[in-house]
């Protein structure tokens, strides 16, 4: 499960050393428009920190030079203001309510507030400059409780709770609202869904998934590659074309009107693969 996080560059203004790596997608003077990065995540049998950067433009992905104090997966990524945020996860012992931030154009990594909470399968997702988490796993218990992060003040302040508690969730911003679907409350894979209001601090839940997921997943017998797509102004959920790979706790992001998914877990194995629609 790797934290994909679609990173868009500061491009053109940025000083370089004279031994920059201008071979490197990260690297160059003029940036590519849009990069995927991913982001530590489990791999061989362990959490890794390696990270990787896929080029949309020349679908090429290139290993990034990174050097990050401890590997971790089934954390959340998120790209704000120039810099990506890793937030919570696990490292085969501790749960991390940490949150650490990379700089993709110097490669270094700085660590910011932790978190109210231990989270991992965490959902996160910014909206209007600040950053949101919701959910997760804490060793012990599923969260129903979720929080947000001004970078401004590098302060975290919790929210509303949610209606349920969520682990393993896809969470999206949309129209000025935080849409959260699907998850495990410890007990069952979950079909419902809900949307946050900032203005009134506010949960309301939507019309549950025909499935307990979201894009692929897993319904508590199998994986998935089966999509579903949600209309806000009809309040339903419609088919989408289906994954060539059935796989849960992978990386999904948007990126110039591609929805790209990247690694996660077969049933058998962590799977390397990546596709687009």
């Known amino acids: 499960f790797p934290g994909a996080v679609h990173a868009r560059s500061r491009r053109h203004h940025q000083q370089r050393q004279p031994d920059a790596h201008v071979n490197h997608p990260l690297s160059r003077p003029r940036l590519p ?14 959490p890794t920190n390696a990270i990787e950067a896929y080029d949309v433009r020349a679908e090429r992905w290139t290993t990034v030079e990174n050097i990050m104090e401890r590997p ?12 990506v945020y890793c937030i919570g996860g696990f490292d085969r012992v501790e749960y991390f309510n940490s949150v650490r931030r990379f700089d993709p154009i110097t490669h270094t990594w700085m660590a910011v507030s932790p978190m109210y909470y231990r989270r991992c399968y965490v959902s996160v997702s910014a909206l209007n400059g600040l950053i949101y988490a919701m959910g ?41 609202k935080i849409y959260i679907c699907g998850g495990f409350n410890g007990h069952d894979c979950l079909p419902s869904a809900e949307f946050y209001t900032p203005e009134t601090n506010h949960w309301t839940l939507i019309r549950p998934m025909s499935s307990p997921r ?7 017998t199998e994986r998935l590659r089966s999509a579903e797509a949600y209309n806000p102004q009809t309040n339903t959920w419609v088919a989408a074309p289906p994954m060539f790979t ?27 693969n990546a596709e687009f629609y």
């Not at 804490?138 to 949610?162: C, D, F, K, V």
Request: net charge negative.
């Open 33 to 46: 428009p849009a990069i995927l990065l991913a982001i530590g995540g489990w791999s061989g049998g362990e």
């Open 72 to 83: 971790r997966a089934y954390h959340g990524s998120v790209f704000l203001g120039g810099f």
């Open 136 to 176: 997760g796993f804490n060793g012990q218990t599923r969260h129903a409780t979720a929080e947000y992060y001004r970078p401004e003040t590098n302060q975290w302040h919790l929210i509303a709770s949610m209606h349920e508690r969520r682990s393993d969730a896809s969470c999206t911003a949309f129209q000025g």
């Open 214 to 220: 979201s894009v692929g997943g897993f319904d508590g």
């Open 246 to 272: 059935p796989r849960n706790n992978f990386g999904l992001e948007v990126i110039e009107d591609k929805l790209i998914v990247v690694g996660g877990f077969n049933g058998f194995s962590t799977t390397f």
